[in-house]
């Protein structure tokens, strides 16, 4: 890394330890988003990471991003997920949108004076695009948006909507401003990990909106979403890595004053080696995170390592989370503790983003040079 980058990081473990860690138990338990503490991310620019700075961003690449995220995770991965999710509508409108577009949107998301959802997962569609039931017509110099999303982030405290749907020419992405009157909030979920992202449906409904809300072609929708991909699994990556690393630090840490007989915990040398593999499964996990970030911000794509490292990191994550509980035995397994927290954010993270499946399919395909095989 450079100085600039070893200071970011710094930073933000400051950052972290002081003002986010002191809520996060009471955010995940009660599922609250903190929008003033996103508008001090925001004056930091954080939020903003990859948005030139003639837009009010940082003006940083992927190595940037990643080491937020994984600064913010170690003690809230929510948090980390949020700034990550962000990215998603935030490459949409650097790649895609007009120069109104990213002079109206782009500095009320780089400064934490907004934030963006993304609509996709419909309750009978989820990564399959083509499955979606959610339909935008002609209507006029505008179109209009009929249909439902079922997993959508925070969308009382938002005001763009990144939403996917069908139109006559196959599946395009569209702008959102959350303001419409066609755009509403059917119902809160109840996710069980990244519960200090709030989650909830939408539906839109004879939602107009004008002809240049469409990001690239009718049948753009994948060159948008693929255009953020590479660098949103970087930054899940990062999260998981700060997942791995948060939890490890916190079972050492009770396991240093915890006591058996004339022993402390971390005396005992099958616990020394779990730390020890552990420890290794996270620097390796980070080192590939780093050479993804690096690929990223070289070509703009980063399809096998950033999916290398989302694999390892978020299995290292589960791990790590299982086996802190474990050494902090029913001490961490009560809610004022952040080891079921971890968990249930490690266990999420291995869904999200692209599921362990989706990535070692990803892997084979590079590392065979063929797609996967039928099933016998």
């Not at 505008?142 to 079922?150: F, H, M, P, S, Y």
Request: hydrophobic share 45%; net charge neutral.
């Amino acid at each position: 890394m450079t100085a600039e980058q070893r200071r970011l990081a710094q930073e933000v473990a400051e950052f972290a330890a002081t003002r986010v860690r002191p809520g996060a138990e009471a955010r995940s338990r009660d599922q609250v988003w903190d929008a003033g503490l996103w508008r001090e991310f925001g004056a930091r620019r954080w939020p903003g990471v990859v948005i030139p700075a003639a837009y009010g961003g940082l003006g940083g690449g992927a190595l940037e991003h990643a080491l937020i995220v994984e600064g913010i995770s170690r003690v809230d991965a929510s948090l980390g997920a949020a700034l990550n999710l962000l990215q998603q509508t935030v490459m949409a409108i650097l790649s895609f949108a007009t120069e109104a577009q990213k002079a109206r949107y782009l500095p009320l998301l780089a400064d934490g004076r907004s934030y963006s959802i993304t609509g996709i997962t419909e309750s009978d569609s989820g990564s399959k695009l083509e499955d979606m039931q959610t339909r935008a017509v002609r209507d006029g110099d505008g179109w209009v948006i009929d249909g439902c999303k079922t997993e959508v982030h925070i969308p009382e405290h938002v005001q763009i909507c990144l939403v996917f749907a069908k139109t006559p020419s196959g599946i395009g992405a569209f702008l959102v401003d959350t303001g419409n009157p066609g755009f509403k909030v059917t119902g809160r979920r109840d996710i069980v990990g990244l519960r200090g992202l709030p989650m909830a449906a939408v539906a839109f409904e004879r939602c107009r909106v004008p002809g240049d809300a469409l990001l690239g072609a009718e049948n753009g929708a994948y060159d948008v979403f693929f255009k953020s991909f590479d660098l949103t699994r970087i930054g899940n990556a990062a999260k998981c890595v700060g997942i791995a690393d948060g939890a490890l630090d916190d079972a050492i840490a009770y396991a240093r004053r915890r006591r058996i007989g004339g022993n402390v915990v971390t005396d005992f040398q099958g616990l020394r080696w779990q730390i020890a593999d552990l420890d290794t499964r996270v620097h390796g996990a980070r080192a590939l995170l780093q050479v993804a970030a690096d690929e990223y911000t070289r070509t703009g794509r980063s399809t096998a390592a950033s999916a290398r490292a989302k694999l390892l990191a978020s299995t290292t994550a589960m791990e790590a989370a299982t086996v802190a509980l474990q050494v902090t035995g029913s001490h961490g397994c009560f809610a004022d503790n952040p080891f079921a927290r971890y968990m249930m954010d490690a266990k999420v993270s291995q869904i999200t983003g692209g599921t362990i499946e989706i990535l070692r399919n990803a892997i084979a395909r590079d590392r065979l040079g063929k797609p996967t095989a039928p099933t016998p």
